[in-house]
């Protein structure tokens, strides 16, 4: 019961925070809302068993403003390209190292890669390989170092068994 009691309470005030709604109604179904979604999650094998998840919170938190932070300079950097006269475009593929080992790390690399503008993850097919698509090499440079993969890594090293 705590497995699913504990995470389908916090889901439940997040759902409370965001919602303002706060009817009779509407409240027993985000209450029940939240606890079928901890169940199949549950089911998934979503839910954290190792009980991990205070570090991973704390993690994320922490990689979350970076990621922001990456988002704006590259928006800056696009921008940038966009209004240049010439428009000094140069669109390229390049394959990144991926060193995530679970499919939810790898997803989170990718996912964070498609957000930051300027580049999209086309292929995740290739074991430590994530083929991409940048439209220069400013965006392209700025992904080749690394630290992107190194940050997510670190996040998902909260989930994994040491």
Do not use: C
Request: proline residues 6%.
């Amino acid at each position: 019961m705590k497995k699913i009691g504990i995470p389908a309470l916090g889901l439940f005030l997040l759902w409370l925070l965001l919602s303002g709604h706060y009817t009779v109604l509407v409240t027993t179904l985000g209450a029940l809302s939240s606890v079928g979604v901890t169940i199949l999650a549950n089911r998934l094998g979503a839910l954290e068993p190792t009980g991990r998840t205070f570090t991973f919170l704390i993690r994320l938190a922490l990689y979350a403003p970076w990621l922001l932070k990456q988002i704006v300079l590259s928006n800056i950097e696009v921008m940038k390209l966009i209004w240049h006269p010439q428009l000094p475009i140069q669109p390229q593929g390049i394959r990144t190292p991926a060193s995530q080992h679970t499919a939810l790390g790898l997803a989170a690399f990718a996912n964070s890669i498609t957000l930051t503008p300027g580049t999209l993850s086309m292929d995740a097919d290739e074991p430590g390989i994530i083929v991409v698509h940048a439209i220069g090499n400013a965006t392209a440079e700025g992904l080749q170092t690394g630290e992107m993969n190194e940050r997510v890594a670190a996040l998902e090293g909260s989930l994994r068994a040491e």
